[in-house]
């Protein structure tokens, strides 16, 4: 079950080199057991290798952590409308919007080319991506003037996920290898383009955020990454289910909590954009 996604490819047991042995029974019957018996299909914890229930454990403590995070620079980059302190209410958002991304991106770049998982990276990893999370979230929330778009973001991506997942288990879609290879040189070509995209528009170059602006054109972009982030999820889903059918180590259980975490913050972004622009002036 090699992968092309670059979360998971540089682990050995999600590629099929970790010597895990495959289960017997289809993945059609796996079920969440709350018996204590010794059922195959049990996906309980304490078994040593990667399950369901694990993979629910470990995205829960590296989301709950990012909206602690998020939640406590919300609050500490104060009230930026405020006449006295808004300026430098501004500038600690920004300060934290800057320092979450860059940071965030380094240590997701390390969790994903890890070949043995660290819990500990992954978890600094969703502490520093929630400072971002929260930051962008208080400027938008400020540029918008209703604080509970915030709310109709995280509403809609959960939605997203969840209608995702329906779709992927009810319709039984298929991760065939053509579609994750098109669907890595996407991903990898659309962030390119945005990093490009970014330093133009720091440098100058670009006006309005470039590509990125809070305009028709950022709605394209944003609507295209939406989509991109969907696909996304399918492949993290994917990778899931044939770990756990391979059976492999528990702790790759953090791996896939980190794939979905990052996912989801992407798409939780930029259905936050969509939101701000189709409500903008």
Do not use: C
């Amino acid at each position: 079950m090699k992968s092309s996604n670059p979360v998971f490819a540089r682990s050995a047991e999600f590629n099929g080199r970790g010597g895990a042995i495959a289960k017997t029974t289809s993945p059609s019957q796996w079920q969440v057991d709350l018996s204590q018996d010794d059922n195959p299909t049990h996906t309980g914890t304490g078994t040593g290798q990667m399950t369901i229930e694990t993979v629910v454990e470990k995205t829960a403590i590296s989301l709950g952590l990012l909206v602690t995070t998020a939640a406590v620079a919300w609050f500490m980059i104060g009230d930026l409308g405020d006449v006295a302190t808004g300026d430098a209410a501004y500038g600690r958002a920004m300060m934290f919007a800057m320092g979450g991304a860059f940071i965030g991106l380094g240590l997701a770049l390390v969790n994903s080319f890890k070949k043995v998982i660290s819990p500990a990276l992954v978890l600094a990893y969703a502490a520093v991506e929630g400072v971002f999370v929260g930051a962008f979230s208080k400027v938008i929330a400020s540029y918008v003037g209703d604080p509970t778009i915030v709310f109709q973001a995280v509403l809609a991506t959960m939605v997203a996920f969840g209608g995702t997942l329906a779709a992927y288990k009810f319709f039984n879609i298929q991760v065939t290898d053509k579609f994750r290879k098109v669907m890595t040189i996407a991903i990898f070509s659309f962030v390119g383009v945005m990093l490009i995209n970014m330093v133009l528009s720091l440098t100058g170059v670009l006006e309005s955020g470039g590509l990125r602006g809070f305009n028709a054109l950022g709605l394209v972009v944003s609507a295209i990454a939406v989509v991109l982030a969907v696909f996304m999820l399918i492949m993290d889903f994917d990778m899931v289910e044939k770990g756990v059918a391979a059976g492999i180590p528990e702790r790759e259980s953090w791996r896939a909590a980190f794939g979905l975490t990052v996912t989801l913050v992407w798409l939780y972004i930029e259905i936050l954009r969509i939101l701000a622009i189709l409500r903008g002036d």
